[in-house]
């Protein structure tokens, strides 16, 4: 990575519990390309000003975890079809002091259902309803799937989100729950979770769903072995992790923010590197 100095071209992230995992990737692909960039990740105390610091001080990019995904779209100038067509935002781009905004979340989730071959007949539990829960409802939906129920205690969010997309809701999951494809896009099993070290412990289904689905996806990047990845891979499940999500995700906002698309052998790199911390 070059010395910092003052034509050096900054990048940042905004979460409320920020990890490494883009830091590692974005420096180390600024590295691997020569390019006089750095990446910092931040938990801004106010978000607004943290935006208006994005526009005021010409910071190119920015991504947005938890919890400020729609809480951003009123901050921002334009909203990119990505973004604008479910209300969730996790990149922002800034070009000369305008801010638009993107969303590379449904890419990563319409990637690796494809790769992973999942049929759209499976029936599929999704838990959760915030930002990340609509960019995979989005693309749930626009891989031809309709066995979907949305999982929320949030009745409100709930419903809006499986309304929204023509699915069932549920507030909570319980035993007897079953489906073929269950979708983790809560804070439940995040290292230091939302709520504390018990959270991050917890599975976020039941074992018996667990035992009962035939594809285990958790959004959850950190760690990249959760508590329901672990449970999906030792009842031998296919599994879906939030490492291969954070991955394609951050590989899409590296292209937007530099316009330079890695070779494969490098983003390989970026992403054993991300994952050796």
């Known amino acids: 990575m070059p010395i910092l100095n003052k034509d050096m071209t900054l990048c940042i992230s905004l979460s409320a519990r920020p990890s490494n995992n883009g830091t590692r990737f974005h420096n180390h692909l600024y590295e691997q390309l020569g390019l006089n960039w750095i990446y910092k990740a931040f938990a801004p105390t ?18 947005v975890s938890m919890p400020y995904k729609e ?16 209300d969730s935002v996790n990149t922002i781009v800034n070009d000369g002091g305008t801010l638009t905004a993107y969303n590379t979340d449904y890419t ?15 029936s599929v539990l999704l838990r959760g309803a915030g930002g990340m ?6 693309a749930l939906r626009d891989a031809g799937f309709r066995d979907v129920t949305v999982i929320a205690r949030n009745e409100e969010a709930g419903r809006a989100l499986a309304g929204l997309y023509g699915f069932a809701w549920r507030a909570d999951v319980d035993p007897s729950s079953a489906a073929d494809m269950i979708i983790n896009v809560t804070p439940i099993g ?12 917890a599975l976020s289904f039941p074992q018996a769903v667990i035992d009962a689905a035939k594809v285990v996806f958790d959004v959850v990047a950190l760690p990249a072995e959760t508590p329901l990845i672990i449970a999906g891979r030792a009842a031998g499940k296919t599994v879906i992790t939030g490492a291969e999500v954070a991955t394609i995700q951050a590989l899409e906002q590296f292209v937007l923010y530099t316009g330079i698309r890695p070779s494969d052998e490098q983003v390989r790199a970026a992403e054993d590197f991300m994952r050796a911390q």
């Not at 995040?190 to 412990?201: F, H, I, P, Q, V």
């Open 46 to 63: 106010d978000l607004a000003q943290a935006i208006a610091g994005v526009r005021g001080l010409g910071i190119r990019g920015c991504a």
């Open 71 to 86: 809480d951003v779209i009123a901050l921002v100038d334009v909203m990119d079809p990505s973004a604008k067509a479910i």
């Open 108 to 122: 990563a989730i319409e990637q690796l259902l494809q790769r992973n071959a999942v049929p759209s007949t499976h």
């Open 133 to 138: 829960a609509k960019a995979t409802a989005a």
């Open 190 to 201: 995040m290292a230091g979770g939302m709520a504390g070290g018990a959270e991050a412990e």
